[in-house]
Nanobody, 125 residues
Framework: QVQLVESGGGLVQAGGSLRLSCAASGRTFASYAMAWFRQAPGKEREFVGG????????NYEDSVKGRFTISRDNAKNTVYLQMNSLKPEDTAVYYCAADFLSRFPRTVPYEYEYWGQGTQVTVSS
């Protein structure tokens, strides 16, 4: 079993920044891929970005490329999402997820076995 706990969400003005954290416990953190997803009201959950087990490979959804950066610290069992130049359309609940069956991040939610509880990010215009 793995527990994932997100933190760092909040209210920010457009153009601002936030840093989300996801702390993992319960299984060897450095052996699997991690990702961030988000879900806005009335919309499906969508992939934001993912990171490989070692941190050497990352991928992003097109709308966040150049603005968001995902990283991980395997010594701290934590993955981060640095969000810069935030836009109102980034408003959503953000979830971190763990994929035990892959060392490299996949982009569809059903591939991920464990999820955090989510953290709200609201960007005002």
């Amino acid at each position: 079993q793995v527990q994932l706990v997100e933190s760092g969400g909040g209210l920010v003005q457009a153009g601002g920044s936030l840093r989300l954290s996801c702390a993992a416990s319960g299984r060897t953190f450095a052996s699997y891929a991690m990702a961030w997803f988000r879900q806005a009201p009335g919309k499906e959950r969508e992939f934001v970005g993912g990171i490989s087990w070692s941190g050497s490979y990352t991928n992003y959804e097109d709308s966040v490329k150049g603005r968001f950066t995902i990283s991980r610290d395997n010594a701290k069992n934590t993955v981060y999402l640095q969000m810069n130049s935030l836009k109102p359309e980034d408003t959503a609940v953000y979830y971190c997820a763990a994929d035990f069956l892959s060392r490299f991040p996949r982009t569809v939610p059903y591939e991920y076995e464990y999820w955090g509880q989510g953290t709200q990010v609201t960007v005002s215009s």
